[in-house]
């Protein structure tokens, strides 16, 4: 088996995750205690305890769910099984710095730091209710991507292809009034459905420039060192190691698509077979299996999947 470690991005979070683990394994315990350290405040109290709707805040949800990753990444290696298992790793969206904080690329400390001001930002960058996003269904990337630009001529504003999720599911993101018109052009292009998501900001198109420009600033204060193990980086949908070329491309995410099909058909191409998600939830997994039906998948985020991934290796 060619194995990759892949890491859920925003949406994935719900209240308890990762608390099983912090009490099976102090190596996992003490990933909270330092993303606690480096916040200067109790999330895992929020993520353990605290309500659905202020989890769900880009702010908090983003370190949060890069915590559970490498509590359950920290849990493994606990199990005997360390990074090095991997070929590659990639993260969804935000999942990215988990990927990289997996491999040692950055600290778990920078990785919260950056991921809060990163949700911050993002937040920031669109007053709630301008911006919005919608998942087509049931057309391909090239369709979706004619609907989003024929929105935008129509509405004169801002609509672009933002997550390349699976074969059948692409995500739009834009103006609000450009984004509701992809969608009603979606459908009359055939799409099955085309939903707007409940998230509180246009992420990953050209809006979010100005959270582009406050991550530039914030990712040249930081250490970035070559990952162990090569990144598939979101924009590129193709291998990196080189640290200040990670830099530049974790500013370009920022306002780029997610190019999570590309990412997993390059994989694949480069011999993986099997996919761990480390850390909260399956969405990872339902996606790669749609783009590739023969890849093996294994979500990782409580102590028995811990636990039973490390007997798969013996």
Not at 21 to 47: H, K, M, Q, T, W
Not at 111 to 137: N, T
Not at 155 to 183: F, I, L, R, W
Not at 206 to 221: G, K, T
Request: aromatic share 4%.
């Amino acid at each position: 088996m060619t194995r990759a470690f892949v890491f859920p991005g925003q949406g994935a979070q719900t209240i308890g995750m990762g608390r099983d683990l912090a009490l099976a394994y102090p190596a996992a315990r003490a990933v909270f205690d330092e993303v606690d350290a480096a916040l200067g405040e109790n999330l895992s109290a929020l993520i353990w305890e605290g309500a659905q709707d202020e989890l769900t805040l880009t702010a908090n949800a983003q370190p949060a769910l890069m915590a559970t990753s490498l509590a359950a990444l920290r849990a493994l290696d606990s199990e005997g099984v360390s990074i090095s298992a991997a070929s590659y790793v990639a993260g969804h969206s935000l999942g990215e710095y988990s990927a990289l904080a997996a491999a040692g690329a950055l600290s778990i400390s920078d990785a919260a730091r950056l991921l809060r001001i990163r949700g911050a930002a993002m937040q920031a960058a669109v007053p709630v209710g301008v911006g919005a996003m919608a998942a087509v269904l049931g057309l391909d990337l090239a369709a979706v991507q004619d609907v989003a630009e024929r929105a935008a001529r129509a509405t004169g504003q801002v609509c672009q292809a933002a997550n390349d999720n699976d074969p059948a599911q692409v995500v739009v993101s834009g103006h609000k009034a450009a984004v509701e018109k992809a969608a009603e052009l979606a459908k009359e292009a055939g799409a099955k459905r085309a939903l707007l998501l409940p998230v509180s900001a246009p992420f990953h198109c050209a809006l979010m420039e100005p959270a582009a420009r406050v991550m530039a600033e914030a990712l040249d204060d930081v250490n970035i060192r070559e990952p162990v193990v090569p990144l598939v980086a979101n924009v590129r949908a193709s291998a990196v190691s080189d640290a200040g070329l990670i830099r530049s491309l974790l500013v370009e995410q920022v306002t780029g698509a997610v190019r999570w099909r590309e990412s997993v058909q390059w994989m694949v191409g480069h011999g993986v077979d099997e996919f761990w998600e480390i850390g909260a939830g399956k969405a990872l997994s339902g996606m790669i299996r749609r783009i590739e039906k023969a890849a093996t998948c294994v979500a990782i985020g409580t102590p028995e999947e811990v636990r039973a991934a490390a007997q798969s290796m013996q």
